[in-house]
């Protein structure tokens, strides 16, 4: 069965600091990963996904991920954090068919003036 | 081009009453999934539907639950007699046919209270 751990839960970071929230996960096939952000009372947003190809994916928001196969990881980066950024975070993976995600338990992310 | 609608946004049901959650997914998409978030945790995958057809329901609890998606008209979650643990936000995707490279986009979700 497939899982997502998100080891932080929650994450605290100044305006202008670089961020980085880890992913790891579990899947016995090549797995389709993303990234979500969810604001307070709001929906989820697509940060960025990787299917195949290049292991550094670069998103929206300026945000970017690398995929590590050998590490099962998925690790989210931004160089320089906004006070808009504040939110909680997803990870999730997917089957190769179909968009049934797994997701991991969040990291929720405060940003410090 | 409207997103995922999803509506209401907010329903408070008293315990034993039904909750009816719908879902309309983006124009052109035939795909549709349900997500349960409970406080404080990710999100749960509910149930895989294409119109008039469950493609895969694992993740709907046994009891009270159940889901359609006519061929005309929104998906629909209904939960049979509520109870206090229900209260969740819910959330519904949908994607296009042919997903095999899409992702999927999310409602902003239903928060169901129940009291």
């Known amino acids: 069965a497939q899982s997502v751990t998100q080891p932080d839960i929650h994450i605290t970071v100044s305006e202008g600091a670089s961020l980085e929230l880890r992913c790891n996960y579990s899947?016995?096939?090549?797995?389709?990963l993303f990234w979500y952000v969810q604001s307070p009372g709001q929906g989820l947003q697509l940060l960025l996904k990787?299917?195949?190809?290049?292991?550094l994916v670069q998103g929206i928001k300026g945000f970017e991920a690398e995929f590590k196969r050998s590490q099962s990881s998925f690790n989210l980066r931004k160089p320089s954090v906004h006070w808009s950024d504040a939110a909680e975070y997803f990870c999730?993976?997917?089957?190769?068919?179909?968009?049934?995600?797994?997701f991991g338990g969040g990291t929720r992310v405060l940003v410090k003036p | 081009n409207a997103g995922v609608m999803q509506n209401p946004r907010h329903l408070v049901r008293r315990r034993g009453q039904e909750a009816r959650l719908r879902c309309s997914p983006m124009?052109?998409?035939?795909?549709v999934y349900w997500y349960r978030q409970l406080p404080e945790e990710g999100l749960k995958f509910m149930v895989y539907?294409?119109?008039?057809?469950?493609?895969?329901e694992s993740g709907m609890p046994k009891e009270r639950f159940s889901a359609e998606f006519p061929k005309e008209g929104p998906s629909i979650l209904r939960i049979q007699q509520v109870v206090r643990g229900d209260s969740a936000a819910y959330f519904c995707?949908?994607?296009?046919?042919?997903?095999?490279?899409?992702?999927?986009?999310f409602g902003q979700g239903t928060r169901l209270t129940v009291v």
């Open positions: 995707a949908s994607s296009p046919p042919g997903s095999q490279n899409t992702e999927a986009f």
């Open positions: 899947y016995g096939a090549t797995p389709y």
């Open positions: 990787y299917f195949s190809g290049d292991t």
């Open positions: 999730a993976v997917g089957k190769a068919a179909g968009n049934k995600l797994t």
């Open positions: 124009k052109g998409h035939s795909h």
């Open positions: 539907l294409q119109k008039e057809n469950i493609i895969d």
